[in-house]
């Protein structure tokens, strides 16, 4: 028998994805990267690779005489043989396509989940985000264009799907509150139909969580109770969140994750008129399992 190298570093790949994976879904630690509507995807994904790992495991030892023959027939048909059959000589090309297939490996099994926070807030623009949210729902309404800034509701890949009666019903439920609850599930529809028409809902209370985003601008008494909003994968994370005022906010670090309760009300930052929460009751919080929002999807039938 002959010991094939190459094919068994490339059955060694294939098995490492799959563990991976497995190791992903079985932690929970998967929602941390995808949408959970797209779970059962990755779970098909890691089966297949289990898969073509036992197909690759026949191909690592080969007998004497059946090795041989291959390379007599290679010989003789130089064309059909044109392909690698993995026991070519390892060149620099090799290493690099190696390198490159075993990088996302190696960053999965050595570097820890990390949630996005206020720092890639920053970096994705932080108020300028939330201003020029603001600015392009003022320009739909005027134009009585049906179309929502943070997420369309519609997008495939949410983690909830509703029928557009429901999803109209949810909206009616809105209007007809008086206290706002922006649990996770109805959080960016909620938040697109604020940002619409602030002025609809003024003066009503509103209970919310997230975390603490602060920048240069802010007054110090204001801090944005934040949360990231995905789509499909964290690669889209968009930002949502609130302006809220608070005494504390100069003693609550950024990062923190707090749930608080407090009126709607109107300001104005860097000459745009935003929603700001006036926070009368808030406690802080652990980061919650599941950290991210996720858009509704509405069922076309």
Same mark, same amino acid.
């Given at each position: 028998?002959?010991?094939?190298?190459?094919?068994?570093?490339?059955?060694?790949?294939?098995?490492?994805?799959?563990?991976?994976?497995?190791?992903?879904?079985?932690?929970?630690?998967?929602?941390?990267?995808?949408?959970?509507?797209?779970?059962?995807?990755?779970?098909?994904?890691?089966?297949?690779?289990?898969?073509?790992?036992?197909?690759?495991?026949?191909?690592?030892?080969?007998?004497?005489?059946?090795?041989?023959?291959?390379?007599?027939?290679?010989?003789?048909?130089?064309?059909?043989?044109?392909?690698?059959?993995?026991?070519?000589?390892?060149?620099?090309?090799?290493?690099?396509?190696? *390198?490159?297939?075993?990088?996302?490996?190696?960053?999965? +099994? @050595?570097?820890?989940?990390? $949630?996005? #926070? &206020?720092? !890639?807030?920053?970096?994705?623009?932080?108020?300028?985000?939330?201003?020029?949210?603001?600015?392009?729902?003022?320009?739909?309404?005027?134009?009585?264009?049906?179309?929502?800034?943070?997420?369309?509701?519609?997008?495939?890949?949410?983690?909830?799907?509703?029928?557009?009666?429901?999803?109209?019903?949810?909206?009616?439920?809105?209007?007809?509150?008086?206290?706002?609850?922006?649990?996770?599930?109805?959080?960016?529809?909620?938040?697109?139909?604020?940002?619409?028409?602030?002025?609809?809902?003024?003066?009503?209370?509103?209970?919310?969580?997230?975390?603490?985003?602060?920048?240069?601008? *802010?007054?110090?008494?204001?801090?944005?109770?934040?949360? +990231? @909003?995905?789509?499909?994968? $964290?690669? #889209? &994370?968009? !930002?949502?969140?609130?302006?809220?005022?608070?005494?504390?906010?100069?003693?609550?670090?950024?990062?923190?994750?707090?749930?608080?309760?407090?009126?709607?009300?109107?300001?104005?930052?860097?000459?745009?008129?935003?929603?700001?929460?006036?926070?009368?009751?808030?406690?802080?919080?652990?980061?919650?399992?599941?950290?991210?929002?996720?858009?509704?999807?509405?069922?076309?039938?």
């Amino acid at each position: 028998m002959i010991f094939h190298v190459q094919q068994a570093i490339r059955a060694f790949i294939l098995l490492a994805f799959s563990v991976m994976l497995f190791k992903l879904h079985f932690s929970g630690e998967m929602t941390k990267f995808i949408n959970p509507k797209y779970e059962g995807l990755s779970q098909s994904a890691s089966v297949l690779f289990l898969v073509l790992f036992i197909i690759q495991v026949t191909r690592i030892w080969t007998a004497r005489e059946q090795d041989h023959l291959h390379h007599n027939n290679c010989h003789q048909d130089a064309h059909d043989c044109s392909h690698d059959h993995g026991d070519s000589p390892f060149n620099t090309k090799k290493l690099i396509a190696y *390198l490159v297939i075993v990088f996302p490996l190696a960053t999965g +099994f @050595l570097l820890p989940a990390k $949630v996005l #926070d &206020a720092s !890639i807030m920053d970096k994705k623009g932080g108020m300028a985000v939330l201003t020029n949210q603001r600015i392009s729902n003022e320009e739909k309404k005027e134009t009585n264009i049906q179309e929502f800034s943070a997420v369309n509701p519609e997008e495939i890949g949410s983690s909830k799907e509703i029928t557009k009666e429901e999803y109209e019903q949810l909206k009616q439920n809105l209007i007809e509150s008086t206290t706002i609850e922006l649990n996770d599930d109805v959080y960016s529809t909620y938040y697109d139909e604020i940002h619409l028409d602030v002025q609809k809902f003024k003066g009503r209370e509103i209970q919310l969580k997230g975390f603490v985003y602060k920048e240069d601008g *802010l007054e110090p008494d204001q801090l944005v109770i934040a949360r +990231f @909003l995905i789509t499909h994968c $964290v690669a #889209d &994370a968009g !930002i949502i969140g609130f302006l809220s005022e608070i005494p504390e906010a100069s003693a609550l670090s950024q990062d923190t994750w707090i749930e608080a309760k407090g009126f709607l009300d109107t300001t104005t930052f860097n000459g745009t008129e935003l929603p700001v929460i006036k926070i009368t009751n808030w406690k802080e919080i652990s980061q919650p399992k599941q950290p991210y929002l996720y858009p509704i999807s509405i069922r076309i039938l």
